[in-house]
T-cell receptor
Framework: KAGVTQTPRYLIKTRGQQVTLSCSPISGHRSVSWYQQTPGQGLQFLFEYFSETQRNKGNFPGRFSGRQFSNSRSEMNVSTLELGDSALYLC???????????FGPGTRLTVT | AQTVTQSQPEMSVQEAETVTLSCTYDTSESDYYLFWYKQPPSRQMILVIRQEAYKQQNATENRFSVNFQKAAKSFSLKISDSQLGDAAMYFCAYKDYGGATNKLIFGTGTLLAVQP
């Protein structure tokens, strides 16, 4: 099976802009979670989607949002970008909520 | 709230030797999962091994094994016959069992260097 794919792999944006990141889970996986990785805060949970519904949300401002489509593909959106949003954004998929999570290669976002 | 602590920021091991990475966690739950993930320089997170808290037997995956001490809330990873490809950042992670809060809680990581 193909692994989790994320696009784009690298992105450079300017403060105040918005960005959309995409994640395609492993075929058959219905749960998609997003994580932010930064040197200062480490790995932090953003949110989880299962069957097109957001099931859990981490402690992030409302500028961070996401959605999941009927084919389980997921997107996350960050509006009004801040310098502190520069990070590696990781997507993980699992067959069902509560099982092993398999990660994609990540999207490296740089905000200037 | 659950927390995961990795007290060894960096470790080093000689090729073919054995190394143990430490992890402690805190939770009031009785059922949960514990994981070790590997993140090489490519930044791709790779699942190394999983332990279910209700299982007393320690998990093993080839050269990787864990020492799970539930009462002590300790979960260490042992890598036997270390290889150059084992060099990476290793993260210990916790997840509640049952999926009510399906999120991984990560430690701060241990950077493992493998010396030839």
């Amino acid at each position: 099976k193909a692994g989790v794919t994320q696009t784009p792999r690298y992105l450079i944006k300017t403060r105040g802009q918005q960005v959309t990141l995409s994640c395609s889970p492993i075929s058959g996986h219905r749960s998609v979670s997003w994580y932010q990785q930064t040197p200062g805060q480490g790995l932090q949970f953003l949110f989880e989607y299962f069957s097109e519904t957001q099931r859990n949300k981490g402690n992030f401002p409302g500028r961070f949002s996401g959605r999941q489509f009927s084919n389980s593909r997921s997107e996350m959106n960050v509006s009004t970008l801040e310098l502190g949003d520069s990070a590696l954004y990781l997507c993980a998929s699992s067959p069902y909520s509560g099982t092993d999570e398999y990660f994609g290669p990540g999207t490296r976002l740089t905000v200037t | 709230a659950q927390t995961v602590t990795q007290s060894q920021p960096e470790m080093s091991v000689q090729e073919a030797e054995t190394v143990t990475l430490s992890c402690t966690y805190d939770t009031s739950e009785s059922d949960y999962y514990l994981f070790w993930y590997k993140q090489p320089p490519s930044r791709q997170m790779i699942l190394v091994i999983r332990q279910e808290a209700y299982k007393q037997q320690n998990a093993t995956e080839n050269r990787f094994s864990v020492n799970f001490q539930k009462a002590a809330k300790s979960f260490s990873l042992k890598i036997s016959d270390s290889q150059l490809g084992d060099a990476a950042m290793y993260f210990c992670a916790y997840k509640d069992y049952g999926g009510a809060t399906n999120k991984l809680i990560f430690g701060t990581g241990t950077l493992l260097a493998v010396q030839p």
